[in-house]
């Protein structure tokens, strides 16, 4: 178990390496060709989206990977409860956008937050097969699918960027990536959960426990995104895009090593939750090696971070520096408390999770 779980970490941590290096050329190209207001723009879109994000896939994201033991019982009804709830989203999201637009005199808004809108339906399959192929343990063929998915949509993000798309360069690749992600897991996979029947106590049963899932991604979403939505509305779009600039330079890599926890240290809890020892072994094991690289990456980012960022935009996104200083010290702190949700959620203890990121983000 421990020698498969060290395998996964180091492939994921391999392919969202990659992924990230191609997000950081990505952002290289977006800081010369886009400007602050379409950043601006951008960020906006983000935290509209965030208010929808309690509906998103119902919550069901980690309740089938903890409920794993018996995919293949409980799948069907988790996608039909999780599209259910990702429609509701899209209706939702348009709806919220249709008045943001008047609110912030910003037009293109709604075919922004339209495009968001149907990445999320669109997204609805690739959480049953992410969950079937990371529950099998093939965490390498994981990793490389979800790297190839994150290069192509960087890839597709600088093209739209070139031809002049503007803000919507974010958005188009946004909305292809899902169908990228489900074809790629499906080729691994190479299977769908048999359709059954689906009773109405047994979607009662899920909303029980994923109720509190969905208030958890919203306290999630609260946390990355809220700042946006706040300074969006008493700063101009060009302030908002710098702290949206600085703030994406941090998440990108506080990604990398979350995706890691999410795809490799969650299942393998999930799968040793009745063996106590093994379960506080992996969990030690994992705090220590979160707690000793997150420190050294937000030293690394406190040091390098300035001079980085005169070199690479040669002067333009110079205001950012200090914001990319301050959330450089949120590294560490954040990639264990990840690691604490990923620990509660392996043991269905949604509401001490809740309370924690509720916590985290106050």
Known sequence: MHRNMASGAFWVAFAASLGKVATFATQIVLGWLLSKEDFGTYAIVLSIGASVAVLRNGGTQQLLIQRGVNFDEHAPAIFKFGLAFNILAFVLLIALAMRAARFYEIPELVPLASLLALSIILASPGLILRAQVALSGRFRSLALVTATSDVTRQVLTILFAVLGFGVYSFMFPLALEPLILMTLLY?????????????????????????????????????????????????????????????????????????????????????????????????????????????????????????????????????????VAVLATTFAPVILIVLCLATLASRGLWKPRLAVLITAAA
């Open 187 to 323: 080729l691994v996979s190479r299977s769908w959960p048999r359709s059954r029947h689906v009773p109405l106590q047994e979607y009662v049963g899920i909303f029980r426990e994923s109720r509190w899932i969905m208030l958890s991604n919203l306290a999630i979403a609260a946390r990355l995104n809220g700042p946006y939505f706040v300074i969006s509305l008493f700063e101009a779009k060009a302030l908002l895009g710098v702290y949206f600039f600085a703030a994406q330079l941090v998440v990108s890599l506080t990604t990398m090593f979350s995706t890691a926890i999410n795809e490799v240290v969650f299942p393998s809890l999930s799968k040793v939750v009745d063996h106590t020892s093994s379960h506080h072994g992996i969990f030690l094991k994992a705090a220590r090696a979160s707690i000793t690289i997150g420190a050294c990456v937000s030293l690394a980012l406190i040091a390098v971070g300035s001079p980085i960022i005169e070199l690479v935009w040669n002067g333009k996104w110079d205001e950012s520096i200090g914001c």
